[in-house]
Every structure is written in structure tokens, then in C-alpha cells.
């Protein structure tokens, strides 16, 4: 079975300080991808970033940075400098990448709350 | 607009009653996805359709829920006899097939007395 832990229930940082919010995923399957995505107050959830088991490099875009780290099952995200715009409730998510899988596996979410 | 809609937004009525709620996916995605999300938890997966067919709804918690897609845009997820436990939101979110970026609508809140 697939899950998916966010350990950081919530978390709240001052305006232009680094945060980073942790992933850990657990699941039997060789290949499979990997997300997060940004929940807003208006409740849409927002797709940030997808990445393949296969490709360990860690990506960069603008302030976000994620971690990949395959050997400890863990997919984290650096939000650097945060604003007040980075307020949301974030999740990682895990999806088998077989044929004929469809569901994504959603942890729990990290609230961010960022103070100005 | 261009994205997901989702109606109603907001939706209360009566432990028992019928309810019935719709999601408009993007034009031209032909993957449909329900999801449920109770308060303070990550959103979990309910059915998928790729066209009008539900490819895998493994994820329906009992038969009194059920969801539709006759013409492989619009779908209507339908729950019979609802309970109080039902209450949550339900989000719908749509992508092109085989893309793992899903888009999601707000959700339609369910409220059961």
C-alpha cells in the first residue's frame, strides 16, 4: 500500500525567512511519481512540481527548491525568502507510475502561514 | 472561465436526502478525476473516468455513491441516502490523459445535518 506522511502539521515563519516542508512516502512500487501541490484559501489545489523515481536531481524554480532523496524516501520542498503569498496548506502526493493506476496518494498537508 | 468548475459550491441538506453535485472539466481533457477531502486531511481519490467511462472507481466508499459522465465532458457525482459522515469536499479535477498535472476546481462543500 502506498502512503504518504506529512509530519508538519503546521508551521509558521516570518516573511523572507526559509522554510522548508517535509515529505516521506512509503510504496512497493519500482517506478512511480512524485508531487506537491498548493492549497489556497480558496481551496483549489494548485499543481506544483511532478517528479519521475527515475530522476534523483534536485530542482529549482525561482524561490522553490525540492529535494529528492530516494534512499530515505523522502521528497521535500524549500520555499526560500517566503511571502506573505506563500500562505496555503501544501501537499505531497504519490502515484504509481504503472498502467492503469490513476489515484494519487495525498498526505495530510502542511499548513504554512507566513507572517509579515 | 478556463478552468475547472464546480457546482454548487456550497451544498447542505438533510441526513437522508439525495444530492447530486457537478463538475465541468477543461475543454479537451478527456481524464476526470472526484476526489473527497474531510477537514484537516489530504484529499482522497473517489473514481476516475478517461472518456465516459469510470476506468478505476475503486474509491467509492459504498454503493449509495455514484458518478456519471455520459458524453465524456461533464460529470455528475450522486450520492443516495446521505449521512452525516459524508459530509466533506468534494473536488473534481481534470488533465489530459497520462498527464500526472491534474487541475483542479474549489470543490463543492457538502454539509449533511
Known amino acids: 500500500a502506498q502512503k504518504v506522511t506529512q509530519a508538519q502539521t503546521e508551521i509558521s515563519v516570518v516573511e523572507k525567512e526559509d522554510v522548508t516542508l517535509d515529505c516521506v512516502y512509503e510504496?512497493?512500487?519500482?517506478?512511480?511519481?512524485l508531487f506537491w501541490y498548493k492549497q489556497p484559501p480558496s481551496g483549489e489545489l494548485v499543481f506544483l512540481i511532478r517528479?519521475?523515481?527515475?530522476?534523483?536531481q534536485n530542482e529549482i524554480s525561482g524561490r522553490y527548491s525540492w529535494n529528492f532523496q530516494k534512499s530515505t524516501s523522502s521528497f521535500n520542498f524549500t520555499i526560500t525568502a517566503s511571502q506573505v503569498v506563500d500562505s496555503a496548506v501544501y501537499f505531497c502526493?504519490?502515484?504509481?507510475?504503472?498502467?492503469?493506476?490513476?489515484?494519487?496518494?495525498f498526505g495530510k498537508g502542511t499548513k504554512l502561514s507566513v507572517i509579515p | 472561465g478556463a478552468g475547472v468548475s464546480q457546482t454548487p459550491s456550497n451544498k447542505v441538506t438533510e441526513k437522508g436526502k439525495y444530492v447530486e453535485l457537478r463538475c465541468d472539466p477543461i475543454?479537451?481533457?478527456?481524464?476526470l478525476y472526484w476526489y473527497r477531502q474531510s477537514l484537516g486531511q489530504g484529499p482522497e481519490f473517489l473514481i476516475y473516468?478517461?472518456?465516459?467511462?469510470?476506468?478505476?472507481d475503486s474509491g467509492l466508499p459504498n454503493d449509495r455513491f455514484f458518478a456519471v459522465r455520459p458524453e465524456g465532458s461533464v460529470s455528475t457525482l450522486k450520492i443516495q441516502r446521505t449521512e452525516r459522515g459524508d459530509s466533506a469536499v468534494y473536488l473534481c479535477?481534470?488533465?489530459?490523459?497520462?498527464?500526472?498535472?491534474?487541475?483542479f476546481g474549489e470543490g463543492s462543500r457538502l454539509t449533511v445535518l
Open positions: 479535477a481534470s488533465s489530459f490523459i497520462g498527464s500526472g498535472e491534474l487541475f
Open positions: 510504496t512497493r512500487d519500482t517506478t512511480y511519481y
Open positions: 517528479r519521475n523515481s527515475f530522476d534523483e
Open positions: 502526493a504519490l502515484k504509481d507510475s504503472g498502467a492503469g493506476s490513476y489515484q494519487l496518494t
Open positions: 475543454s479537451g481533457h478527456t481524464a
Open positions: 473516468f478517461q472518456g465516459t467511462g469510470a476506468a478505476d
